[in-house]
């Protein structure tokens, strides 16, 4: 595919005020910027990873049952489908960095919001407060776009993804220590560390979003959202790319609120051993976005990577609901997280090879609002799934659900931004 029209050969921020950034159309340049967000995305998610297991709990103290805890974890989600557009829109009018600042310095207060709490409402606003501030990883993916050459974004995509994986690894550990301190001591801790992530990045961190390269007009909200939607509609493949990253996402946020209680029930695993199945997969999604991404997409485009993750992604979940053994336990595992951590990144990456330069941002924010509303989703799907239906049921409709996301992309014969 030819470079996007309307952008230079050789883009640089050489606006006044704005540091000389190196654009994405330069050979081998970018890599300094990607591994200051890769830090920055990182320390993020270890200060949510060390909240997201002890949130149920700490709900508890306040009287929330369990109905009140799944819509204290909803809210979160809901809040990012709800904004993660608007964030992508702003970002394309002023800039990268300075969303990306407001989201870090929003996350860090509403982790110290929820130290202080003092009763359940206390915890909503913090949650609500929690999930405008998530809703930037649109942004993050923009920021992604800017900085790397076409040939590499999947690669940088799945970089990005790396550090979700990592940060969940070792957030929730962290948590799980620092919890003996005092049930608000990890919420504490969460809040520093945002904090600091914010304070390195106002310094180190530049922008990847020239002026040049920005657009004047302001529309936030849904009316927004539609408009991109509409403007895509236009580009052959774009809907299928959004279909299949949404359904993606639906059937694994119902695999992760599941999947406790399904090893709990099925294989009689203590807490401590759901833990090590979740790290597990964390590990496997880690090493498959940092390390296998790259040559993946070299040999068979991004578009063949994001077909290659859906099968495995589908794969695994059948086996996952039949597996007779440990040993096939793990090996559908495996297949889960070559599927979850290939066709995620390559699926963005193709999304934002197809978005117009100028409007990457919003596009992508689109793109992670259909992502949230499949979290909203997800959860209460396979819950009543799994309650209602059987063990396995979860899984085995998770796996037609991307099944179908899978036919859908191979219907969508010519992807925009599409190599391979």
Known sequence: MPPERGRPASPRNDQPGEPRFPGPDVPGMGGASLGLLFGTVFLDLVGFGI??????????????????????????????FIFAPWWGQLSDRIGRRPVLLIGLFGSAGSYLLFGIAGSLTTLFVGRILAGVAGANIGVAQAYVADVTRPADRARGMGIIGAAFGLGFIFGPAIGGVLARYGP????????????????????????????????????????????????????????????????????????EATMSLWADRRWDFSASEVAYLFAYLGVLVTVVQGGLIGPLARRLGERGVALLGLGSFTAGLLALAIAPTLGTLAAALALIALGQGAAGPALSALISRAAPAAERGRVLGVSQSLSALGRVIGPVWGGVALSRIGLGAPYLSGALLVAVGLVVLLAGSALAGDQG
């Open 184 to 255: 608000a001591v990890p919420f504490f801790a969460a809040g520093g560390l945002a904090l600091v992530n914010g304070l390195l990045a106002l310094r180190w961190l530049p922008e990847s979003h020239g002026i040049d390269r920005r657009v004047a007009e302001s529309q936030p909200g849904f009316a927004a959202r539609w408009q991109a939607l509409a403007r895509l509609a236009r580009v052959p493949g774009v809907w299928q790319l959004f279909a299949a990253f949404s359904l993606l996402t639906l059937a694994f946020a119902g695999l």
């Open 51 to 80: 909240v997201i297991p002890l949130l149920p709990l700490y709900a508890e103290r306040f009287g929330a049952g369990a109905v009140t805890i799944t819509m204290l974890v909803a809210v979160y989600s809901l809040m990012q």
